[in-house]
């Protein structure tokens, strides 16, 4: 079954800066990766996804780049603010369920310093 | 709409206890999950509906049970309660098909039980 890495587990940064988590999955067959984001003592909300025949998605502040051949994707926030502090997962779907089955990664908890 | 909503927030059950969580969505979705949370894993799929009278095991269906009771209400029972079975439970909808975003999962407020 499908398998999802994702590093670093801890992520602090400054205020204003940049940061980049990566996740890794092991199913070529999989088409469907969502991070998601969950602040403390909250339920997880969908904040990006791409399919399989994109490179590449952005939306504002934050960007996910996919590479098929390598089985990697990863999640880039820019100008990055206190408010986005929480814990980012990602995740990948396995097709043969038809989608419905999400394997999460572990998470990454971002601490942005002001 | 109220989205999707969760009963009971908090649970404390002795071990060997039987109890039901109960999950409805008001969002006319046609698929649901259950999920546990426990600290540094993530979520992991407990177990998912595709469709209104469908179920399939997730990566760890062992001491849980579900029902799709109809399209809105999706519970999960927990027929001999662990310690082990200690986490937050989150239940989540998705409407598959019909949108690009399809695939999102919206998620319930969660309900924190503790198996002591």
């Known amino acids: 079954g499908e398998n999802v890495e994702q590093h670093p587990s801890t992520l602090s940064v400054q205020e204003g800066d940049s940061a980049v988590i990566k996740c890794t999955y092991s199913?070529?067959?999989?088409?469907?990766f969502p991070w998601y984001k969950q602040e403390l003592g909250k339920r997880p909300q969908l904040i990006i996804d791409?399919?399989?025949?994109?490179g590449e998605k952005k939306d504002q502040r934050i960007a996910v780049t996919l590479n098929k051949t390598a089985k990697h994707f990863s999640l880039h926030i820019t100008e990055t603010q206190p408010e986005d502090s929480a814990v980012y997962f990602c995740?990948?779907?396995?097709?043969?369920?038809?989608?419905?089955?999400?394997?999460f990664g572990a998470g990454t908890r971002l601490f942005v310093k002001a | 709409n109220a989205g999707v909503t969760q009963t009971p927030k908090f649970q404390v059950l002795k071990t060997g206890q039987s109890m039901t969580l109960q999950c409805a969505q008001d969002?006319?979705?046609?698929?649901m999950y259950w999920y546990r949370q426990d600290p540094g894993m993530g979520l992991r799929l407990i177990y998912y509906?595709?469709?209104?009278?469908?179920?399939d095991k997730g990566e760890v269906p062992n001491g849980y049970n579900v029902s799709r009771l109809n399209k809105r209400e999706f519970s999960l029972r927990l027929e001999s309660a662990a310690p082990s079975q200690t986490s937050v439970y989150f239940c989540?909808?998705?409407?598959?098909?019909?949108?690009?975003?399809?695939?999102?999962?919206?998620f319930g407020p969660g309900t924190r039980l503790t198996v002591l």
């Open positions: 791409i399919r399989s025949n994109v």
């Open positions: 989540a909808s998705s409407d598959s098909g019909r949108a690009e975003r399809s695939n999102e999962q919206f």
């Open positions: 995740a990948a779907t396995d097709p043969y369920t038809g989608g419905f089955k999400t394997i």
């Open positions: 199913d070529s067959a999989s088409n469907y």
């Open positions: 509906s595709a469709s209104e009278g469908t179920t």
């Open positions: 969002m006319n979705h046609n698929s």
